[in-house]
């Protein structure tokens, strides 16, 4: 399984960035998709996260309103749009995958409900 995060860099306060994470070596469309971010010094912390197919999203209160998640199961890929960015954004960002094992499920918060991860696409943003 491979999951590849791109779309990081150096933004401004105020400035939009749109992640992308692509993923291969897994059924994309059995999967809950999530992104989570790690600032240096802190926890992995919770971003957002999307089910597979009747696409209910969840997020964490810090990026509500600002933050989109989204996916396309045709291209096995998942989408960060990030707006109103502030500092305390900063983080490296990874997208992650958790398999669906039943027809009722719950999208989790928890790094460790999330079997693979990407490698991490750095975010920075300038106050």
């Known amino acids: 399984v491979q999951l590849q995060a791109s779309g990081g860099g150096l933004v401004q306060t105020g400035d939009s960035v749109s992640l992308s994470c692509a993923a291969s070596?897994?059924?994309?469309?059995?999967?809950?998709m999530a992104w989570f971010r790690q600032a240096p010094g802190k926890e992995r912390e919770f971003v957002a996260a999307?089910?597979?197919?009747?696409?209910?999203?969840l997020y964490a209160d810090s990026v509500k309103g600002r933050f989109s998640i989204s996916r396309d199961n045709a291209k096995n890929a998942v989408y960060l749009q990030m707006n109103d960015l502030e500092p305390e954004d900063s983080a490296v960002y990874f997208c992650?995958?958790?398999?669906?094992?039943?027809?009722?499920?719950?999208?989790?918060?928890?790094?460790?409900?999330?079997?693979?991860w990407g490698q991490g696409t750095l975010v920075t943003v300038s106050s």
């Open positions: 070596g897994l059924f994309f469309s059995s999967h809950i």
């Open positions: 992650a995958a958790a398999p669906v094992r039943s027809v009722i499920y719950t999208i989790n918060s928890k790094p460790g409900d999330y079997r693979h």
């Open positions: 999307i089910a597979p197919t009747n696409y209910n999203t």
